[in-house]
């Protein structure tokens, strides 16, 4: 039993060398021009996607300067408020320079009226600070905070509670929640407890 195409003797059989089936012709110059068109087809893709690389090559190019721009105004608006900031706050310190310089230029001035002078311009600086959101810190008699204080010395007192604030050696600062300067404090120690 002999197969030609996949089939036995007692089904059709073809010939391959001379007979097609219908429908079937070949055109001899088809392979070629279909290897043509599909040359054709892709050199038509590549260009497309070349085009498309080169837009989205601009636009990731404008996109870049944008936020260059954006990155150099921001920061030029920041500077410029950091610099209306600092200005505002030091015009209000102006008026108390002024007070310091007729101080210093005062003769003969007993030490009274000099004294006074000197209230009227630390009223006047406390008075700014207060403006600026600036608020001492309460030490003296509080209970010890290493978060607030500075212990810069321990001593043994009676008359003191243990861990309490003796006394201020300087004045700390913050600013509204944010510790500007710790207050420099001694401590008791207070060995009755």
Not at 10 to 18: A, K
Not at 19 to 35: K, Q, T, V, W, Y
Not at 73 to 100: C, G, I, T, V, W
């Amino acid at each position: 039993m002999a197969k030609t195409n996949g089939k036995t003797d007692g089904e059709t059989r073809l010939d391959l060398d001379h007979e097609l089936p219908e429908g079937d012709e070949i055109d001899a110059g088809a392979p070629e021009n279909a290897g043509r068109s599909a040359v054709a087809d892709l050199e038509t893709e590549l260009d497309r996607l070349r085009s498309e690389r080169a837009t989205y090559l601009d636009r990731l190019a404008r996109l870049q300067a944008e936020f260059d721009n954006y990155r150099k105004r921001n920061a030029r608006e920041q500077q410029e408020f950091r610099e209306y900031a600092l200005a505002d706050a030091l015009k209000q310190f102006l008026p108390m320079l002024d007070s310091l310089d007729r101080a210093v230029k005062t003769e003969n001035a007993d030490a009274a009226d000099f004294r006074s002078g000197i209230e009227l311009i630390d009223r006047q600086f406390h008075d700014v600070l207060s403006k600026l959101g600036v608020e001492p810190i309460e030490a003296a008699g509080q209970v010890f905070d290493p978060n607030l204080h500075q212990a810069v010395q321990m001593v043994e007192t009676d008359e003191v509670a243990d861990n309490h604030v003796v006394d201020e050696m300087q004045r700390g600062y913050r600013l509204r929640d944010r510790l500007l300067r710790p207050a420099m404090v001694r401590v008791a120690n207070n060995s009755k407890k």
